[in-house]
């Protein structure tokens, strides 16, 4: 069971005019990061996230891989389309755990102690890390403590 759906994810990634096509399911989505993401994406989540914040562009793509591949118009490699798709579908959690665009920012930003006083933005670049914030946000989706 899918706790956000495909299209919930390729909406924060920029949509269909961002992304060049819908997307479905897992598998269309899937397809997307291995062909690489838009490196306009990274703007458009770490925008989601943190409007304020436009250093926390680097914390998923190194600054100089960003601005060659947004300069170029290329895609992302993999490597970091995968950590972006990860980042968005974590925030598209937020986002209905919290029903609040507001609050889902705040849990991504403020450090948790059940992640080692890391923000669950932070643990998110890690497959690992991404794990234990979906199971701390199925904890608060589900009504128990986290």
Known sequence: MNVVTP?????????????????????DLEKLVIAGLPSESVKIVVDRIYPDSPNQYYEVVPRSTLNRRLSSKSPLPIQYSEKLERLARIYAFALRVWESEEDAREFMSKSHPMLDDRTPFEACMTELGARQVEQILGRLLFGSAA
Do not use: H, Y
Not at 7 to 27: F, I, N
């Open 7 to 27: 299209e919930q994810v390729a909406s924060l990634l920029g949509g269909k005019s961002k992304l060049g096509r819908e997307v479905k399911s897992d598998r």
